[in-house]
């Protein structure tokens, strides 16, 4: 498979895999994040999808938003079926019971399904060297049952099962870093994306695609639903989670980190925390030690990216 | 003239999934089932079984893999036991909803707690309605026979659901025992290729495992359970044309002694080689005690068990699963709500048996025949209730 370098809106592949009349949330920048994966992966690809917003707002009985083969099995086995159906394609391929083609298996899950329930399931896969590609979808919650707390959601947000409250400051953990439990299982490739910068998304798509063996697109979902945000501001809050440090843009490529975009300079923090519904009983001295936690995170990023010579 | 071959029934059950040319293998090890994935293993890693075989991390994960490959067109096989049928119990019914032709060796063990990895069919029936078919087998012949079997029942497009082949752990699936195994020529003309009706293939893009509002949720499962109810006739099908093809013949129910007897007992799996010698043993002494054994637990077959059941005087049915706070056992339940529906009016009794591992005496089989009510040295009733734990120690 050879794909053609993305440099405007014109050279964008142009057909569709996710067709409108789904039912996501006005403004939901996930099912934005996925369609754009798929005009990447293209047709020669089948879906596994976790039980999530992706899920449910698209296959309603007897409809569907896919254009390309999809199986839902449960919540937290999205890698697991995809395993299979790798075998399953492999075997037969073998066998000649379908003819060669190159058909890539796309695992698709929220942040619930891969960082809490589906951990098992993505590190089984990744480990056994299935030649997948594995998309987390990152809303930072359990936003289709409710906004309840994943280990994804950040520090201080304010869930239905992480309240703020006299004895509580809401998400009371720091987020779990999943591309970095990932990159730990040596695969071949594993990216950071946000739909608000949709290039370097299609690119890491690509890179993704074509990895030899297990790949991983860790994606930062903006759901105005869930972080109480106005439903036309998921782009600029994308921008804004990029633009602090929060979320870096960054690809790890057969163990070599590569940061793909430098915010220049850094915005504070704050600039992205305090227009978010769910940011807003947070003190100053909670968004001082929010920004105290990015900063030495982006330290740590950078000193893995940084050109090293071995001594 | 082909030869009986002294093996191991785990080590035959692999045997006749590669006879079955399975293409998909996803397990993970759990006693006393461990010989058989053991083995798979082996025979995929030495090119004899052309398959995939997935080292699957989990129970969950191996039976979500085995839906992805089935839904992929993947003869798929696998096999689990106790905590790990409890493991994958959603999956259970997702397998059956899908409707993907997954076949299951269960070796049926004790479920924890206490812990026990000796047998009985407490995990069988904490899923007997998952919306598998499912088959029960007496000895390693019955193991072999009816794994090829299942994948033919499984894959017929009258049916595509999925089918567990139940044998007890340790009691079963560690004896040697002489089994004739088919040739494959044999077998790949009584079982084609599989030809799936829908696949994830990118040619044909379909959406499986949508999600239902209640405008529709029933009438897909009522659908689902018309699937099920109607397999048992494919069941019965392909039991004449294995009959036929390789001189084995099954049926739905076996009966035993059943035309000379009033009192029968009905029993699962291979407590009844034990039941069918008490019954030559009583024979002996002038006393006729009858088996009905359920070769296929699902569908429920009412019709057959009625015709065997409907004059007899006195049935008393021996399980091996505790009623966990139910009025009976899980299969005199069963029992009992066909008798009341078809206005029979035999004297019905529970015994409980063989839990965790604990070996069934001929003896206690005999015993079942002289039983009165009140309870013995050898059966305890709990007060209140109406079934009898065989062997309870003071």
């Given at each position: 498979?050879?794909?053609?370098?993305?440099?405007?809106?014109?050279?964008?592949?142009?057909?569709?895999?996710?067709?409108?009349?789904?039912?996501?949330?006005?403004?939901?920048?996930?099912?934005?994040?996925?369609?754009?994966?798929?005009?990447?992966?293209?047709?020669?690809?089948?879906?596994?999808?976790?039980?999530?917003?992706?899920?449910?707002?698209?296959?309603?009985?007897?409809?569907?938003?896919?254009?390309?083969?999809?199986?839902?099995?449960?919540?937290?086995?999205?890698?697991?079926?995809?395993?299979?159906?790798?075998?399953?394609?492999?075997?037969?391929?073998?066998?000649?019971?379908?003819?060669?083609?190159?058909?890539?298996?796309?695992?698709?899950?929220?942040?619930?399904?891969?960082?809490?329930?589906?951990?098992?399931?993505?590190?089984?896969?990744?480990?056994?060297?299935?030649?997948?590609?594995?998309?987390?979808?990152?809303?930072?919650?359990?936003?289709?049952?409710?906004?309840?707390?994943?280990?994804?959601?950040?520090?201080?947000?304010?869930?239905?099962?992480?309240?703020?409250?006299?004895?509580?400051?809401?998400?009371?953990?720091?987020?779990?870093?999943?591309?970095?439990?990932?990159?730990?299982?040596?695969?071949?490739?594993?990216?950071?994306?946000?739909?608000?910068?949709?290039?370097?998304?299609?690119?890491?798509?690509?890179?993704?695609?074509?990895?030899?063996?297990?790949?991983?697109?860790?994606?930062?979902?903006?759901?105005?639903?869930?972080?109480?945000?106005?439903?036309?501001?998921?782009?600029?809050?994308?921008?804004?989670?990029?633009?602090?440090?929060?979320?870096?843009?960054?690809?790890?490529?057969?163990?070599?980190?590569?940061?793909?975009?430098?915010?220049?300079?850094?915005?504070?923090?704050?600039?992205?925390?305090?227009?978010?519904?769910?940011?807003?009983?947070?003190?100053?001295?909670?968004?001082?030690?929010?920004?105290?936690?990015?900063?030495?995170?982006?330290?740590?990023?950078?000193?893995?990216?940084?050109d090293r010579k071995m001594t | 003239m082909i030869e009986k071959k002294g093996i191991e029934v785990s080590i035959a059950a692999s045997e006749a999934a590669k006879l079955a040319r399975v293409e998909v293998i996803a397990a993970y090890p759990i006693t006393p089932?461990?010989?058989?994935?053991?083995?798979?293993?082996?025979?995929?890693?030495?090119?004899?079984?052309?398959?995939?075989?997935?080292?699957?991390?989990?129970?969950?994960?191996?039976?979500?893999?085995?839906?992805?490959?089935?839904?992929?067109?993947?003869?798929?096989?696998?096999?689990?036991?106790?905590?790990?049928?409890?493991?994958?119990?959603?999956?259970?019914?997702?397998?059956?909803?899908?409707?993907?032709?997954?076949?299951?060796?269960?070796?049926?063990?004790?479920?924890?707690?206490?812990?026990?990895?000796?047998?009985?069919?407490?995990?069988?029936?904490?899923?007997?309605?998952?919306?598998?078919?499912?088959?029960f087998c007496e000895n390693g012949q019955e193991v072999v026979d009816s794994i090829i079997m299942a994948f033919k029942i499984a894959e017929d497009r009258r049916v595509l659901l999925p089918v567990m082949v139940n044998l007890d752990g340790f009691s079963l699936?560690?004896?040697?025992?002489?089994?004739?195994?088919?040739?494959?020529?044999?077998?790949?003309?009584?079982?084609?290729?599989?030809?799936?009706?829908?696949?994830?293939?990118?040619?044909?893009?379909?959406?499986?495992?949508?999600?239902?509002?209640?405008?529709?949720?029933?009438?897909?499962?009522?659908?689902?359970?018309?699937?099920?109810?109607?397999?048992?006739?494919?069941?019965?099908?392909?039991?004449?044309?294995?009959?036929?093809?390789?001189?084995?013949?099954?049926?739905?129910?076996?009966?035993?002694?059943?035309?000379?007897?009033?009192?029968?007992?009905?029993?699962?799996?291979?407590?009844?080689?034990?039941?069918?010698?008490?019954?030559?043993?009583?024979?002996?002494?002038?006393?006729?005690?009858?088996?009905?054994?359920?070769?296929?637990?699902?569908?429920?077959?009412?019709?057959?068990?009625?015709?065997?059941?409907?004059?007899?005087?006195?049935?008393?049915?021996?399980?091996?699963?505790?009623?966990?706070?139910?009025?009976?056992?899980?299969?005199?339940?069963?029992?009992?709500?066909?008798?009341?529906?078809?206005?029979?009016?035999?004297?019905?009794?529970?015994?409980?048996?063989?839990?965790?591992?604990?070996?069934?005496?001929?003896?206690?089989?005999?015993?079942?025949?002289?039983?009165?009510?009140?309870?013995?040295?050898?059966?305890?009733?709990?007060?209140?209730?109406?079934?009898?734990?065989?062997?309870?120690?003071?």
């Amino acid at each position: 498979m050879k794909f053609k370098k993305l440099e405007s809106y014109s050279t964008q592949p142009y057909e569709e895999f996710a067709t409108s009349g789904h039912r996501a949330c006005q403004g939901c920048a996930e099912i934005l994040a996925l369609r754009l994966a798929l005009k990447v992966f293209g047709k020669d690809t089948v879906i596994a999808m976790a039980t999530g917003c992706m899920e449910i707002i698209s296959t309603p009985l007897p409809t569907t938003s896919w254009k390309l083969p999809w199986i839902h099995v449960a919540f937290e086995n999205a890698a697991a079926v995809a395993s299979g159906i790798e075998a399953g394609i492999r075997i037969l391929t073998d066998k000649n019971k379908i003819y060669k083609k190159d058909i890539r298996v796309l695992a698709i899950a929220g942040d619930g399904g891969t960082s809490d329930i589906g951990l098992q399931a993505l590190s089984g896969a990744l480990e056994r060297g299935c030649k997948f590609t594995y998309i987390c979808v990152d809303n930072e919650a359990y936003m289709n049952t409710g906004i309840q707390r994943s280990s994804s959601t950040p520090y201080g947000a304010m869930t239905t099962t992480s309240p703020p409250g006299k004895k509580s400051i809401g998400q009371a953990t720091w987020k779990k870093n999943m591309p970095k439990i990932v990159a730990a299982h040596n695969v071949p490739y594993v990216a950071t994306a946000c739909p608000s910068y949709p290039f370097d998304l299609l690119q890491k798509a690509q890179k993704a695609r074509l990895a030899d063996g297990p790949s991983y697109l860790h994606i930062l979902s903006v759901c105005p639903t869930g972080w109480r945000i106005p439903s036309h501001e998921a782009i600029r809050y994308g921008k804004l989670a990029v633009q602090t440090g929060m979320f870096p843009l960054y690809e790890v490529e057969n163990g070599k980190y590569n940061i793909t975009y430098r915010p220049e300079p850094f915005k504070p923090v704050t600039d992205y925390l305090k227009g978010q519904g769910r940011f807003r009983h947070l003190s100053d001295e909670d968004f001082k030690k929010i920004q105290d936690h990015a900063d030495a995170e982006w330290a740590d990023l950078s000193y893995l990216a940084a050109d090293r010579k071995m001594t | 003239m082909i030869e009986k071959k002294g093996i191991e029934v785990s080590i035959a059950a692999s045997e006749a999934a590669k006879l079955a040319r399975v293409e998909v293998i996803a397990a993970y090890p759990i006693t006393p089932q461990t010989h058989i994935v053991e083995h798979l293993a082996e025979i995929v890693a030495n090119g004899e079984l052309d398959a995939v075989y997935l080292n699957v991390e989990s129970e969950h994960s191996a039976l979500s893999a085995c839906c992805g490959s089935s839904a992929a067109g993947a003869r798929t096989f696998t096999s689990t036991s106790a905590q790990g049928m409890e493991l994958m119990h959603e999956i259970l019914f997702i397998a059956s909803g899908l409707r993907l032709p997954i076949v299951m060796a269960a070796v049926n063990r004790a479920l924890s707690s206490p812990l026990s990895i000796w047998g009985d069919h407490s995990d069988v029936m904490a899923a007997r309605d998952t919306g598998w078919i499912m088959l029960f087998c007496e000895n390693g012949q019955e193991v072999v026979d009816s794994i090829i079997m299942a994948f033919k029942i499984a894959e017929d497009r009258r049916v595509l659901l999925p089918v567990m082949v139940n044998l007890d752990g340790f009691s079963l699936s560690h004896v040697i025992e002489p089994i004739e195994f088919p040739e494959q020529s044999a077998v790949d003309a009584f079982l084609p290729s599989y030809n799936p009706v829908y696949t994830l293939h990118p040619d044909k893009p379909v959406t499986m495992g949508a999600y239902a509002m209640p405008e529709l949720y029933t009438e897909a499962k009522y659908a689902q359970e018309m699937a099920i109810i109607n397999s048992k006739a494919v069941v019965a099908e392909v039991f004449e044309d294995f009959g036929k093809r390789f001189g084995r013949n099954y049926n739905i129910i076996e009966t035993y002694n059943i035309d000379e007897a009033d009192s029968v007992l009905i029993a699962l799996g291979s407590i009844n080689e034990n039941i069918k010698t008490a019954i030559d043993e009583l024979k002996a002494e002038g006393k006729e005690m009858g088996l009905v054994q359920l070769r296929l637990f699902r569908p429920f077959p009412s019709e057959e068990l009625f015709a065997a059941l409907k004059d007899k005087k006195r049935i008393a049915v021996v399980e091996r699963a505790m009623p966990g706070g139910s009025i009976n056992g899980p299969l005199y339940n069963e029992i009992s709500s066909l008798l009341y529906s078809h206005g029979m009016k035999a004297q019905l009794e529970n015994y409980i048996t063989g839990l965790g591992g604990r070996d069934v005496l001929i003896d206690d089989i005999k015993w079942l025949y002289d039983k009165t009510t009140s309870s013995s040295a050898r059966g305890v009733t709990p007060p209140g209730k109406n079934y009898t734990v065989i062997g309870v120690r003071a």
